[in-house]
């Protein structure tokens, strides 16, 4: 299994746009992403200086990516 980092908010935003999520939307220090525009995969990333393992692993389960493939993009 692989093991998760403390990364910024703004690492997991950049990451995930280059797996094809675009943002959709903010509101305040949160970024709504989804895969495509149509599908219902999506997922919303706090804007915060360093995310907990716990909450990105939450984001990750929401968005439907592997943490293998997330830190490869990473």
Same mark, same amino acid.
Do not use: W, Y
């Given at each position: 299994?692989?093991?998760?980092?403390?990364?910024? !908010?703004?690492? *997991?935003?950049?990451?995930? #746009?280059?797996?094809?999520?675009?943002?959709?939307?903010?509101?305040?220090?949160?970024? /709504?992403?989804?895969?495509?525009?149509?599908?219902?995969? !999506?997922?919303? *990333?706090?804007?915060?200086? #360093?995310?907990?393992?716990?909450?990105?692993?939450?984001?990750?389960?929401?968005?439907? /990516?592997?943490?293998?493939?997330?830190?490869?993009?990473?």
């Amino acid at each position: 299994m692989v093991e998760l980092k403390r990364v910024s !908010g703004k690492a *997991v935003i950049s990451a995930l #746009e280059r797996l094809g999520f675009v943002q959709v939307r903010q509101r305040g220090s949160h970024v /709504v992403m989804k895969k495509a525009p149509d599908t219902g995969v !999506g997922c919303v *990333v706090p804007l915060h200086r #360093e995310l907990a393992v716990g909450t990105l692993h939450g984001i990750l389960k929401q968005a439907g /990516v592997s943490p293998q493939d997330f830190l490869d993009n990473l």
